[in-house]
């Protein structure tokens, strides 16, 4: 596989897991917030702001008054806004469309409708009505994507280089959502008596992430901070949660580098190596310095992915 | 007496910016024919970057140059030893049927074998209130008439550097009767071709020994198809015929075609490119 | 006057003096097209457009579209088509077949010539402004022997038929024809829409091109080597075609390459894959010569591999169409055709070609100038329909426009009565209903080392609005499945 076309297919992989994370964050957040038990997560500035620095785009200004119809519409459907669920669509598809040789005519015909279905959506409707029924849909359609690759695409490379697109994405998106909500608890502290670690904004977080049922199962409590970390980051079985996601990443490098040799400078190694240290922490020391932890792991997710390039994109 | 000449060219290319991607081809080695010996090339750059021999379109010798780093500097340096052998360009007999050669040159077989050559490119063509400029005397031997053209040249252009460019066509030089050797053999190659003789540019280097004029760069002559002589050289910078001290490199319908460094460079802001040639001679023991 | 009783086509109007594909000459439905005729007319116009739209939204969905450049923003539009198929009955194929093929063996044989020994031009029979004028003669091919001794490994050659019934080359496209993709596309959407139709006529597939067209290709790898690795190299995702390089390359089972994907090492081609460096052998190249090598062509371009032509000319490569092979795809070539293949081949043409004046010849100049409104003035060298000038359809003013550009540069231009293409039932969106439409047909031609290949079918292309005569699709032209009848 020519190495820009691998480079396409991971990015491909990575945009689509990440327009799905977005999508879902709109939703849950805004939905939640309308019955929220206490006045600071219901209040709708508290949520857009949420929104816009989940996306890598923070108000700096306290007093600023955004405007609910303007925010929704930048990360929903603004050509102009570069992190919108539009333009993450459309790099999807160009990206795709670059390799539209590898991939199969299913899932290329399945990524082109989806970015049609994005194109056309009327930002009058969405901005009106269409929240729900837009985040939905795009959250259905990534998981037909998913369905797609899974099941239409050989399981090799090229599949292995999409699958790694993926899991990376989603672990970065994960804690980038751990890191707004946890920002958002800490804010929300207070307000209404709740304390920090029984905030309501772990219920959010879950749900976010696709993982407030599953959750409830395994634990048969209400969220906690710390049950709510634990499960998003440490459970292996936890399809959203980190540990999953550097599993996969791990099972596909193999695919792309199977040699068993001993060598350091290997992306492979390095998937290991830092998969090899979450599977022995353990919550409490995460808890400690929460702040320290997200940005080690996006360190640590970052330096997978330059090695990545540097072993396989380099073109 | 055979000579022995030791050609140092110098190219040293900087650049405002880093350059990311870089794509050099040089076409500045002697080639070998029936006058000249090549008996050594030397080349280096200074990035180390692997200096790869190869041919452009027309088999002339090249070296291929591509960085794999990112650089804002690089020079290169190469160092050919040719043997250049004497020869008098006076040996040949002509016969006295000029008129019968005028004819033969006017053959469509004629036209088609050197087509290349009489062809006006972009650097050889005359503007049409200049189509008079030089016409053959008929009753004079071709060989005869080019000598007459290469004085003609020679007196007609005022060499003078730093007036045109790599982009001066034949119009402004007409014009304004000034230029580099470049220009000479432009306008010299355009004048054998309207009078049906094929030509073309000869990229080179100049032994300057003699105070002959080629501002230590790369000098240029033409060469012109002669029936019954061959493929013969005049310098119109100099009003000579080539001769021992010129040592060919490529040959081509005008400069684009033999233009000594060709480069695809990736970078933004300006730059700069020096070049320089020394030619050094000794007579061979 | 046949009475036409079914309902899609009630409302069809027949002009007169127009060659119609459906009707033999006493106005009956023809008995190739009658089965069709009756299958078709059991539906309603109602069911026929919902068929449509189906097939149109399919294409649009699998994103075989084309960008369409308006001086604000470039658009992305299906190909124009319709359900409603062209046919060709066997023994008309036989002759398109074996024209298609006669005229591609004699311009590779032509191209041998003029970058050899130049034979032809020496004998007097074609002039030296053929080379000498033209910009797609490159000097750097004189005297190389391509791989196979093949120059033109892909034609596609675009044939008309007259009113007299007789069919007629237009033009021979041996740069980097395209449409090929669209020939398999539209027989894929028609099979979906109404398979039908299939079981009442032995009609010959078009799935088969890409695997000869490898099998062509393979013929012509360069010396010393096994099996070659064949590659196809585009301009990128932004070229119009772009979708039809994908679809080559996927349908072979090869790697599509852009020129940064390539690099040239001691005069050999490599491709950078995941795993490394990566030898190629062949190129199937969808990039106009002036850009495939910044080194010895056109130093700005960035579509192509720097150093690739040292490599072709030492016989590392095989570039398909070879470099150079553009000299005859020159209107002005065309015009010889006929004594081309006489030339070369010892034989008669087989396919017509259409009379043409050269303005470069003063009395044909001067017949042009005179009689410009019976004629369809071309530029030689531009491609997709750009700068055709119909005479009967411009204006007094017009007409003196473009004398003046001919006679500014003669050597540019090439006259042609003016055709008259038949015309075909076409479904009419704004109208819905069948209306006549000039049609002509691009054929592709496969050229390998003793081996050669025609695509059964090839693409009838429309020209939508009423009464046009351009097909090309940048100018508003549209498509029909083609259907070759197996004997």
Redesign the interface.
């Given at each position: 596989?020519?190495?820009?076309?691998?480079n396409n297919l991971f990015w491909m992989g990575r945009y689509i897991e990440r327009s799905e994370h977005i999508a879902r964050y709109l939703n849950v957040n805004y939905f939640s917030s309308l019955d929220a038990p206490n006045a600071l997560s219901q209040d709708r500035q508290f949520v857009l702001r949420s929104m816009l620095f989940m996306v890598g785009n923070p108000v700096e200004q306290v007093e600023e008054t955004l405007e609910e119809q303007k925010v929704l519409y930048s990360i929903g459907l603004d050509p102009n806004f570069p992190s919108s669920i539009l333009n993450n669509v459309k790099q999807a598809r160009?990206n795709a469309?670059?390799a539209?040789?590898?991939i199969s005519?299913e899932l290329?015909?399945a990524i082109?409708?989806f970015y049609?279905f994005v194109l056309k959506y009327d930002p009058g409707l969405f901005m009106k009505s269409g929240l729900h029924d837009f985040t939905m849909n795009v959250a259905e359609m990534t998981s037909v994507l998913r369905g797609k690759i899974r099941g239409t695409l050989l399981h090799d490379?090229v599949y292995a280089?999409i699958m790694m697109g993926i899991n990376i994405e989603r672990a970065t998106q994960i804690i980038r959502i751990i890191n707004t909500k946890y920002n958002d608890a800490l804010n929300a502290q207070g307000s209404y008596g709740d304390k920090f670690s029984n905030s309501f904004e772990w219920t959010t977080l879950l749900k976010c992430a696709e993982s407030y049922d599953m959750m409830r199962r395994f634990y048969k409590k209400t969220p906690t901070s710390i049950s709510t970390l634990e499960f998003l980051i440490l459970n292996p079985n936890c399809p959203r949660s980190i540990m999953n996601s550097l599993n996969q990443v791990y099972n596909h490098v193999k695919i792309?580098d199977p040699s068993r040799a001993y060598n350091k400078n290997t992306t492979a190694f390095l998937v290991g190596k830092v998969r090899a240290e979450y599977e022995y922490k353990f919550i409490e020391e995460i808890e400690k310095d929460i702040q320290a932890f997200i940005e080690q792991i996006l360190n640590s997710l970052r330096e997978i992915s330059q090695k990545m390039e540097k072993e396989?994109?380099?073109? | 007496m055979p000579l022995e000449y030791a050609i140092t060219y110098k190219a040293e290319n900087t650049y405002e910016n880093w350059v990311s991607d870089a794509h050099w081809q040089f076409l500045i080695v002697p080639e070998e024919n029936s006058s000249q010996e090549l008996i050594s090339t030397d080349f280096t750059n200074s990035l180390n970057a692997i200096n790869e021999p190869s041919i452009n379109g027309y088999g002339f010798q090249t070296i291929r140059v591509h960085p794999k780093k990112s650089f804002k500097n690089i020079t290169f340096e190469a160092t050919s030893k040719v043997i250049k052998k004497e020869v008098n360009p006076f040996d040949f007999s002509l016969s006295d049927h000029h008129h019968s050669i005028y004819r033969h040159i006017e053959s469509l077989e004629f036209k088609v074998d050197y087509e290349s050559f009489l062809r006006k490119t972009y650097f050889t063509t005359i503007p049409e209130n200049d189509s008079g400029l030089f016409r053959f005397n008929r009753f004079l031997s071709i060989f005869e008439n080019l000598r007459a053209l290469n004085q003609w040249t020679y007196d007609h252009i005022f060499f003078k550097t730093e007036v045109t460019d790599v982009n001066t066509t034949l119009y402004e030089i007409i014009k304004n009767r000034h230029g580099v050797c470049q220009d000479f053999t432009h306008l010299f190659c355009a004048l054998a071709r309207q009078n049906n003789i094929p030509a073309r540019y000869v990229s080179g280097y100049l032994h300057q020994g003699n105070g002959y004029f080629g501002d230590s760069q790369m000098h240029a002559w033409a060469e012109v198809f002669i029936p019954e002589i061959g493929w013969m050289g005049f310098d119109p910078t100099n009003n000579l015929i080539a001769n021992e001290n010129h040592i060919k490199v490529a040959h081509g319908k005008d400069y684009f075609d033999c233009a000594p460094l060709k480069g695809v460079v990736f970078t933004t802001g300006s730059n700069e490119t020096r070049h320089s040639v020394i030619v050094a001679g000794q007579q061979q023991q | 006057m046949g009475s036409i009783k079914n309902q899609m086509f009630s409302s069809y109007q027949k002009s007169e003096g127009l060659y119609d594909e459906i009707h033999d000459s006493n106005g009956e439905i023809k008995a190739i097209y009658k089965k069709l005729f009756d299958i078709y007319g059991e539906h309603s116009i109602k069911d026929y457009v919902k068929l449509n739209d189906k097939a149109k939204s399919s294409f649009?969905?699998?994103?075989i579209t084309f960008q369409v450049y308006d001086k604000k923003k470039t658009q992305e539009k299906i190909f124009p088509f319709d359900l409603f198929p062209r046919i060709i009955g066997p023994k008309e194929w036989e002759i398109i077949e074996k024209g298609a093929i006669q005229r591609s063996k004699a311009l590779n044989l032509f191209l041998w010539d003029i970058y050899h020994d130049k034979r032809i031009i020496k004998q007097g029979i074609v002039p030296m402004e053929l080379i000498s004028s033209s910009v797609n003669y490159l000097d750097q091919m004189n005297g190389i022997d391509p791989p196979g001794g093949i120059y033109n490994h892909i034609s596609g050659t675009d044939i008309i038929k007259h009113n007299d019934g007789n069919y007629y080359v237009l033009e021979d496209n041996i740069r980097c024809p395209s449409g090929v993709s669209y020939v398999i596309c539209n027989r894929t959407a028609l099979k979906r829409a109404l398979f039908g139709v299939f079981n009442h006529y032995k009609t010959c597939s078009v799935t088969n091109y890409a695997e000869n067209l490898l099998d062509l290709l393979e013929t012509v790898k360069p010396n010393g080597v096994d099996v070659p690795n064949v590659v196809v190299i585009t301009p990128?995702?932004y070229n119009s075609a772009?979708?039809e390089h994908?679809?080559l390359?996927?349908t072979m089972g090869v790697?599509?390459?852009?020129g940064?994907?390539l690099f040239v090492e001691n005069d050999f081609v490599y491709?950078?894959?995941?795993r490394g460096p990566e030898r190629v052998d062949v190129i199937y190249r969808r990039i106009d010569d002036a850009f495939i090598d910044p080194l010895e062509f056109r130093p700005d371009s960035s579509l192509g591999v720097p150093g690739l032509f040292a490599a072709y000319k030492k016989g590392n490569v095989t570039l398909a169409n070879a470099p150079g092979t553009g000299v005859a795809d020159d209107k002005a070539v065309y015009t010889y055709m006929p004594e081309i293949i006489k030339y070369y081949l010892k034989e008669e043409p087989i396919l017509n070609n259409v009379r043409t004046f050269h303005c470069s010849r003063p009395d044909e100049l001067k017949y042009v100038l005179e009689h410009i409104s019976e004629l369809v003035i071309k530029p030689v060298d531009e491609a997709g329909g750009y700068g055709i000038s119909i005479g009967n359809r411009l204006s007094k003013k017009e007409l003196d426009q473009v004398r003046e550009q001919v006679k500014a540069s003669p050597r540019k231009y090439v006259a042609q009565p003016i055709m008259s293409l038949s015309v075909h039932p076409t479904y009419i969106d704004s109208s819905r209903s069948f209306e006549q439409r000039h049609v002509d047909l691009r054929t592709f031609t496969v050229l390998g080392k003793e081996k050669e290949f025609v695509l059964k079918g090839g693409l009838t292309r429309v020209a939508l609005q009423k009464g046009n005569l351009i097909v090309n699709s940048s100018q508003g032209g549209g498509s029909k499945d083609t259907w070759v009848l197996q004997k």
């Open positions: 596989m020519l190495a820009r076309v691998a160009e469309n670059s539209r040789d590898l005519t290329y015909e082109n409708k049609h490379s280089i792309l396989f994109f380099n073109y | - | 649009f969905n699998q994103g990128g995702m772009f979708y994908s679809y390359a996927k790697e599509l390459v852009e940064r994907d491709m950078k894959t995941i």
